[in-house]
């Protein structure tokens, strides 16, 4: 059995060490087909961008004297003349950006200068042939000796393109792994426009009617509108989650994953590792596992978060915090339910928070939803869920963070044991704190005060999944009742929530509402489910709200 290298993105050294490899050469095929001269590949992380940009470099690169035996037996050396005949044939320039996560412009600057000074000392070989004017001299020598100004580092593939095309005679492939990266780290640290602006200016120097590129490939999480970074450019082509064009050359298929839970006897396992990692679909393939999670289980033997915990995920917690709706079709999206979105494919990162269809499309790209449905493309209107268990275990955790200080003893397992143990007076008092407390987070207009509770209930009630099934809004009896909390142990206390809006909570006005909440769940006979179901201990409680005040009542 073949060794897991966990973390090796280094195509040759994975080859050399006879790692564990699942065959993804035929991307390189692809990037061949396509014609288009700058070609951007989105995909979450860890799904195999920057093992597949290295994969490109020791194909193409000219300096690589060993190229046939690190493709060996591959499905890329199976192909025509066309294809194998560009093996070694190009210079190669390779740049990952993936350090650029600087707290401040400055450092980011200074981190770009350094980035740059290793790729040209990578390169300085060159210097040995007398083809080169004093100027590309004089640059190349100072980005190698620290001494680069910001327009040399705007100038630096530009010029080292050039100097690289003179030197072998030949066009030059330029790959730039992670090129979002600084863009996303600007925005969390607040000097986005300032990284824009250079960046911008790097981006269209070094594309912009550059003659010495044969083709040029660049991967990250998240698409940033072209505006944003590629205005004015030609031949450049987008590839997202939602394209066909190499749809099954990232991430693990299910074909492929076969032969992995063969290659590993983990057969009986294959049905849990579904459910934990399975569920990403990519262009027209579905069924994609999550590379990382995967390779991880296989050396570990334990079902668990690893994907959602190799990223602080700031961006995505950052706009989670700000939209009362994004929080309520959240935690739908926990009870397994699809929600229908508005989703803009080009992330706008400025404001980000303040468009929800922003939020969707970020969290689409870097790996958080899955398309279930297209509804209405020209309008961008998606049906999404969350692929698998994993994902759903970071929601739950945000969640979890929105309730933190905010329960009486900072513990929100004791107001549901009150609940679930039908201490129902100490539920009603800590709640009605915790409403207090949480009202303004989700940031409550008159016109949502039912669908915030209702959201802000299934939130709380998300920290009983383990023991209840928790659904709402779903047809029981004759008509659909709110929340219903169903046992999985056949002898526990079931529940049916209902929730009532009323303009004061004067005595007379409450008892009104609690009377009519009551007739409403015996008529439409709501407790007809569980009833079926063989469950005879049945609460029915209605919870009457008016803004910030809350009475809850048995019936």
């Not at 009617?209 to 999480?221: I, M, R």
């Not at 529940?495 to 409403?520: G, H, V």
Request: charged fraction near 30%; proline fraction near 2%; hydrophobic fraction near 35%.
């Amino acid at each position: 059995m073949q060794i897991i290298g966990i973390g090796e993105s280094n195509f040759k050294t994975l080859r050399l060490n006879n790692n564990y490899f699942i065959d993804k050469s035929l991307y390189i095929k692809d990037v061949i087909d396509n014609g288009s001269k700058v070609i951007l590949l989105t995909r979450p992380r860890r799904f195999g961008k920057t093992l597949n940009m290295s994969m490109l470099r020791y194909y193409f690169d000219v300096r690589e004297e060993n190229a046939k035996e690190l493709f060996k037996g591959l499905k890329i050396m199976e192909q025509d003349e066309y294809y194998t005949s560009k093996m070694g044939y190009y210079p190669v320039i390779y740049l990952s950006l993936k350090d650029l996560k600087m707290m401040n412009y400055e450092y980011m600057v200074g981190q770009m200068k350094t980035i740059m000074m290793n790729l040209f000392d990578e390169h300085k070989y060159i210097l040995k042939e007398d083809k080169f004017i004093t100027g590309e001299r004089n640059l190349f020598n100072r980005i190698l000796d620290e001494q680069a100004t910001d327009l040399d580092i705007i100038n630096s593939l530009n010029i080292l393109s050039k100097m690289l095309y003179k030197y072998y005679g030949k066009p030059v492939i330029l790959l730039v792994d992670e090129y979002d990266v600084p863009l996303q780290t600007a925005y969390v640290e607040g000097y986005y426009d300032e990284a824009v602006k250079f960046l911008k200016s790097f981006y269209n120097t070094t594309f912009k009617d550059n003659q010495y590129l044969e083709k040029t490939v660049l991967t990250g999480v998240s698409r940033i509108a072209k505006e944003s970074l590629f205005s004015g450019m030609n031949n450049f082509k987008v590839y997202t989650i939602m394209d066909n064009e190499f749809a099954d050359d990232f991430g693990i298929t299910t074909e492929e994953m076969k032969k992995v839970i063969s290659d590993f006897n983990v057969e009986e396992d294959e049905e849990k590792i579904k459910k934990w990692y399975d569920g990403y679909k990519i262009g027209n393939v579905e069924g994609i596992y999550n590379p990382w999670s995967i390779l991880n289980y296989l050396t570990d033997k334990e079902l668990k978060p690893y994907w959602v915990n190799t990223s602080s995920n700031d961006l995505i917690k950052m706009t989670l915090k700000k939209s009362n709706s994004i929080k309520e079709k959240m935690i739908k999206l926990l009870q397994d339910e699809p929600v229908e979105v508005t989703i803009d494919l080009e992330t706008i990162i400025v404001g980000i928070e303040e468009k929800e269809e922003n939020i969707w499309g970020l969290m689409l790209q870097t790996g958080y939803l899955n398309v279930e449905e297209v509804v209405d493309l020209i309008k961008g209107i998606y049906k999404v869920k969350l692929p698998n268990y994993e994902i759903k275990t970071l929601f739950e955790g945000t969640i979890d963070d929105w309730f933190t200080n905010k329960v009486e003893g900072n513990d929100l397992r004791s107001i549901l044991e009150d609940l679930i143990t039908l201490k129902l007076e100490d539920f009603e008092r800590k709640f009605k704190k915790l409403v207090i407390e949480m009202f303004s987070f989700f940031d409550v207009g008159e016109n949502t005060a039912e669908n915030f509770y209702h959201a802000f209930v299934l939130g709380m009630l998300s920290g009983l999944k383990d023991i209840y099934y928790i659904k709402s809004n779903r047809e029981s009896g004759y008509g659909r009742y709110d929340i219903m909390l169903e046992p999985k142990e056949k002898d526990k206390n079931s529940f049916i929530i209902e929730f009532k809006i009323t303009e004061n909570m004067d005595e007379k006005t409450l008892k009104s509402t609690i009377k009519e909440a009551k007739k409403q769940i015996e008529e439409k006979r709501y407790e007809q489910e569980l009833k079926e179901r063989g469950f005879t201990n049945i609460t029915k409680m209605v919870f009457v709200c008016n803004g910030k005040e809350i009475e809850i009542a048995v019936v």
